[in-house]
């Protein structure tokens, strides 16, 4: 079946520009996660879905950043005003009810100029 | 809060060697652990996964890992190194009982094969 997908694959964007990045989880899944990876910084926790529960936003870096998920499927994350700093991978991954394996995405290539 | 170390940040061998990436965790009760591949340009791919029971744990591509808790340590293992291994490697833990099943995840170990 289809993995996670996201979009776009690569995204640049000028400092002080918005920019949304989507996430279309696995079909069933009713977690989704939000990572971001950057040189140095590894692999952070962004942001968590579960079904119709309130989000775990505890990993949002500032409040330039939020996410939203309609329909308990697609995600979408939004940056706003975007800084160099911003420049990184963002991974989206899904899972069945946790614990359970996360299937990541193939992630979007933030570059902000 | 739980963290992860890989303290090998590159590792280099010559294929067909064995191989041994060290992850230690820090956790107060037996967290879920997992090791994940990452290709350049590609997303992870979970190699295998411990969430109870036996601490010797298979995987796929013929990965295992053990869990010692005395170590606190994850350690991923293969007999014989593929040139197709190459690739970065992250060890990651969660938290049951914490909600959220966040992964943290280890800084990475990129792995180099030599022909």
């Known amino acids: 079946g289809a993995g996670v997908s996201q979009s776009p694959s690569n995204k640049v964007t000028e400092k002080g520009k918005d920019v949304e990045l989507r996430c279309d989880p696995i079909?069933?899944?009713?977690?989704l996660y939000w990572y971001r990876q950057s040189l140095g910084q590894g692999l952070e926790f962004l942001i968590y879905f579960q079904g119709n529960s309130a989000p775990d936003k505890s990993g949002l870096p500032s409040d330039r950043f939020s996410a939203e998920r309609t329909g308990g499927s697609v995600s979408t994350l939004t940056i706003q005003r975007t800084q160099q700093e911003d420049s990184a991978v963002y991974l989206c991954a899904s899972s069945l009810a946790s614990p359970n394996e996360q299937f990541f995405g193939p992630g979007t290539r933030l570059t902000v100029l | 809060a739980q963290s992860v170390t890989q303290p090998d940040i590159h590792i280099t061998v010559s294929e067909g060697a064995s191989l041994e990436l060290r992850c230690n965790y820090s956790y107060g009760a037996t967290p879920y652990l997992f090791w994940y591949v990452q290709s350049p340009g590609q997303g992870l791919q979970l190699l295998l996964k411990y969430f109870s029971g036996d601490t010797l744990v298979q995987g796929i591509k013929g990965f295992e890992a053990e869990f010692k808790r005395s170590q606190s340590s994850f350690n991923l293992r293969k007999p014989s190194v593929h040139w197709s291994d190459a690739a970065e490697y992250f060890c990651?833990?969660?938290?049951?009982?914490?909600?959220?099943?966040?992964?943290?995840f280890g800084k990475g170990t990129k792995l180099s094969v030599i022909p």
């Open positions: 079909s069933g899944h009713t977690a």
């Open positions: 990651a833990v969660g938290a049951p009982g914490a909600g959220s099943y966040q992964l943290t």
